[in-house]
């Protein structure tokens, strides 16, 4: 006689990324290679977070599509496998702009004014008016895209716990009103590197200093080329420290361990100059980038079935999604028939009233 089989529930992950266009090799590094890994150990839901892109680009709505095409090729040149990890658009589950509402209404002003990126972005935004509802309140948004799939974890560097923290706090206000229906999700800390941009800050695309996954062998060169160093070494004879070098910081994530090793030496006793230096750096990056641009460039061939399996990947959020708002709206009882009177055309005529039962499920088709 066979022993009964057992099966295990993985545990959920869930992380996303605005469509604000290309991805970078800081994005590669940072998260994408983490989430690869993680598709094969967890229940894991990628997703393109589209509506949060409008907290700050509402004004100006004419990339978005083109933008959302542009990721979803990164997705995958990355690794991400529709077969492995659940990948979505967060506007094509309509359930999260439900449960963002219904969020809402417990939330605290003050939890919202205090987040610390809401002051910072503002100040680094000016060229727009960020004095939206949209904008304030989108870590409501963010607790509702992680809620709403019950994840257990979310991939998070350290300086983003602090954001996770208030997702919990909510999770942990809403169940004290209507029930533990949500866990509370739990920081994963990634292990990645922090990959600098070319002039030594972090990588972004809003500060120009960005490498894309798509760049052409031209281009990864030229803005190679360009980098910044060892600003102490002003002379080619200058020894040099590669522990402040962007450069550096390239050759310990793409080149082989001798030519690091050579770097390193070489570099502090200036027997390598950073003309050379980048050269030798952009050959091996050239080389590391190679199968993900490969990837990406079968892929762009093939744009419907690039936007196929996105609308794939969100029929199947949206079962996920539909059956966490069944228990949330039972939870609040907002889930019973509701009779209202049928008369004139704002539902108050004067004749014989009729009723009718209003499905739980079906949204109203407008409203007074």
């Known amino acids: 006689m066979s022993s009964p089989q057992i099966f295990l529930t993985r545990e959920r992950v869930l992380s996303g990324m605005r469509p604000t266009g290309k991805l970078h090799l800081g994005n590669l590094v940072g998260a994408l290679e983490n989430w690869v890994r993680m598709q094969k150990k967890f229940d894991s839901y990628f997703f393109i977070a589209d509506w949060h892109a409008l907290t700050t680009d509402y004004a100006d709505t004419s990339r978005i599509q083109e933008n959302t095409l542009e990721v979803m090729l990164d997705y995958l040149a990355a690794g991400l496998d529709p077969n492995a990890a659940v990948i979505f658009l967060q506007s094509h589950v309509p359930e999260h702009a439900e449960l963002h509402l219904l969020l809402s209404q417990v939330v605290p002003l003050g939890w919202l004014e205090r987040v610390p990126t809401y002051k910072e972005q503002r100040e680094n935004l000016r060229d727009r008016d960020l004095n939206t509802y949209g904008f304030l309140g989108y870590p409501v948004l963010q607790t509702a895209d992680v809620l709403m799939y019950k994840a257990d974890f979310v991939p998070v560097g350290e300086d983003q716990v602090a954001h ?163 228990e949330v709206r039972a939870a609040m009882n907002l889930s019973r028939a509701v009779r209202v009177s049928q008369g004139g055309k704002d539902g108050q005529g004067t004749g014989a009233k009729k009723s009718t039962a209003v499905a739980k499920a079906k949204q109203p088709a407008g409203a007074d």
């Open 164 to 326: 996770l923290e208030l997702s919990r706090e909510i999770c942990r206000r809403f169940n004290s009103f209507y029930g533990e229906i949500f866990p509370e999700p739990r920081p994963l800390l990634t292990a990645s590197a922090r990959l600098p941009g070319t002039d030594g800050r972090k990588m972004s695309k809003s500060f120009g200093n960005a490498i894309f996954i798509s760049d052409s062998e031209a281009e990864v060169r030229q803005k190679v080329s360009v980098m910044i160093t060892d600003p102490a070494r002003k002379r080619r004879s200058d020894p040099g420290n590669p522990d402040i070098c962007p450069v550096y910081a390239f050759h310990k994530l793409v080149s082989p361990a001798a030519t690091v090793e050579m770097v390193n030496m070489e570099c502090r006793r200036a027997g390598i100059g950073c003309v050379e230096d980048k050269k030798l750096m952009a050959d091996n990056l050239v080389k590391a980038i190679a199968p993900f641009q490969q990837r990406r460039r079968e892929y762009e061939a093939k744009p419907d079935e690039v936007w196929d399996i996105l609308e794939d990947g969100s029929r199947k959020a949206r079962q996920t999604a539909q059956a966490t708002m069944q």
